[in-house]
């Protein structure tokens, strides 16, 4: 059983296109997360959600935004792609907040590439 | 703010020898610091967590040591095999966790 999961796993479109990325976790977790994975491998946060509500919004363009229907789900929607949106896409869990130290679950990614 | 730092370089060792990579934090006095394993078009695997009272944890063939004074995190895998190579992440933080760029280790049969 996959734990964290996303769609799709690969997404090529063209600048100024909107998109969504879907991620789902079965884990029974409170607190969900996505991060943003560069060319260079660095790994950052942008948003985190505890119990649907948003806790952590990192400096992110207000083209992306995360929703969180339930405690299982929590998309990613951007707005306008940009090339520079280009990157890998990881949704995260863990049984409560960064703050305590909890080990976060990690989806497969998703790798945006924008034309 | 709080700043992660690894070395960037790859770790090349032999088969059977201890890799040691190491993870230096600034600005920051980490409650933890937690470390994983990434491999190429996969998402971070957590491997381990320390935290800030104790100085070493152990699973396995891994070790992970905390020197609140050299303001340190050390990664060992003893015997290391090919399989181990991957990309080694560490990270803390208080609201959020935060990322070191992660070290590549790659062992050679």
């Known amino acids: 059983d996959t734990a964290v999961s996303q769609t799709p796993k690969y997404l090529v479109t063209q600048m100024g296109n909107d998109k969504s990325i879907k991620c789902e976790q079965n884990?029974?977790?409170?607190?969900m997360y996505w991060y943003k994975q560069d060319s260079k491998k660095f790994l950052k946060i942008m948003f985190s959600?505890?119990?649907?509500?948003?806790?952590i919004n990192e400096t992110v363009p207000n083209r992306f935004s995360p929703k969180s229907p339930d405690k299982a789900h929590l998309n990613l929607h951007i707005n306008s792609l940009e090339l520079g949106d280009s990157a890998v896409y990881f949704c995260?869990?863990?049984?409560?907040?960064?703050?305590?130290?909890?080990?976060?679950?990690f989806g497969p990614g998703t790798r945006l590439t924008v034309l | 703010s709080q700043k992660i730092e690894q070395n960037s370089e790859a770790l090349n060792i032999q088969e059977g020898k201890t890799a040691t990579l190491t993870c230096n934090y600034t600005?920051?006095?980490?409650?933890?610091l937690q470390w994983y394993r990434q491999d190429p078009g996969r998402g971070p695997v957590f491997l381990l967590l320390?935290?800030?009272?104790?100085k070493e944890k152990r699973k396995e063939r891994l070790k992970v040591t905390f020197d609140t004074t050299l303001k340190q995190s050390l990664f060992h895998i003893t015997a290391s095999q090919p399989a181990d190579s991957a990309t080694y992440l560490c990270?803390?933080?208080?609201?959020?966790?935060?990322f070191g760029t992660g070290t590549r280790l790659l062992v050679s049969p």
């Open positions: 995260a869990s863990s049984q409560g907040r960064s703050v305590s130290g909890n080990e976060q679950f």
């Open positions: 959600y505890n119990n649907k509500e948003l806790i």
């Open positions: 320390i935290r800030e009272n104790e």
């Open positions: 990270g803390t933080g208080f609201q959020k966790l935060v």
């Open positions: 600005n920051y006095s980490p409650a933890y």
């Open positions: 884990l029974g977790h409170d607190t």
